[in-house]
């Protein structure tokens, strides 16, 4: 069994920054890809930013030039340093790992989520 915990999520005023971790903890897997995703109340979930197990990455239009997702396959973790924060940046963030488990399955597993709020 996988868990993934974030982290990291608060109260920032625009034009601040955060840096929101997603930690993998388990035993006897390898991390794939992996996304952080957000969901603003009344709107639907959305990618903002994903990475592959090569460091190839992805992102939402909307984010692209504030945002950087960075992995560090040795602690597990993967990171979204969000910088120049806009209200519309206001959300509910989940992380997403598809993971190879032990038996040489492929799973998704999400993260319980962290609220960020860019408010003043």
């Known amino acids: 069994q996988v868990q993934l915990v974030e982290s990291g999520g608060g109260l920032v005023q625009p034009g601040g920054s955060l840096r929101l971790s997603c930690a993998a903890s388990?035993?006897?897997?390898?991390?794939?890809?992996v996304g952080w995703y957000r969901q603003a109340p009344g709107k639907q979930r959305e990618m903002v930013a994903a990475i592959t197990s090569g460091g190839s990455t992805d992102y939402a239009n909307s984010v692209k030039g504030r945002f950087t997702i960075i992995r560090d396959n040795a602690k597990n973790t993967v990171y979204l340093q969000m910088n120049s924060l806009e209200p519309a940046d206001t959300a509910v963030y989940s992380c997403?790992?598809?993971?190879?488990?032990?038996?040489?399955?492929?799973?998704?597993?999400w993260g319980q989520g962290t609220k960020v709020t860019a408010s003043s």
């Open positions: 388990g035993s006897g897997f390898s991390i794939n890809s």
């Open positions: 997403n790992a598809n993971v190879r488990v032990s038996s040489g399955v492929d799973r998704s597993y």
